[in-house]
């Protein structure tokens, strides 16, 4: 199993991004995806995730501003950030779970500034 994540960069408080990840290795229209973040000396945090589905579950310390979506042709999940504040800063992950081990793709760095 890998996963790919893409898109994280720089942002001024409000705007957006939007991060990218691509699996291979699971039948991937099968698998719930997750996007987590974690800064320096935090825990990680889920921050959304998105079912076989398409049924989404978000923190509250996004709902709102943040969309999860799939695509089970280009195996990518997404993760649409608008309205960004700057506690939204941090390295954010994807994950997939599968055959009960927790899979992660290489965090990509989301900074927001004021």
């Known amino acids: 199993v890998q996963l790919q994540a893409s898109g994280g960069g720089s942002a001024q408080a409000g705007g957006s991004l939007r991060l990218s990840c691509a699996a291979t290795g699971i039948n991937f229209r099968l698998y719930t995806m997750g996007w987590f973040r974690q800064d320096p000396g935090k825990q990680r945090e889920l921050v959304s995730s998105?079912?076989?589905?398409?049924?989404?579950n978000y923190s509250d310390a996004v709902k709102g501003r943040f969309t999860i979506s799939r695509d089970n042709v280009r195996r990518t999940v997404y993760l649409q950030m608008d309205s960004l504040k700057p506690e939204d800063a941090a390295v954010y992950y994807c994950n997939t779970r599968h055959q009960g081990q927790d899979f992660w793709g290489r965090g990509t760095l989301v900074t927001v500034s004021s």
């Open positions: 998105i079912s076989p589905s398409h049924s989404t």
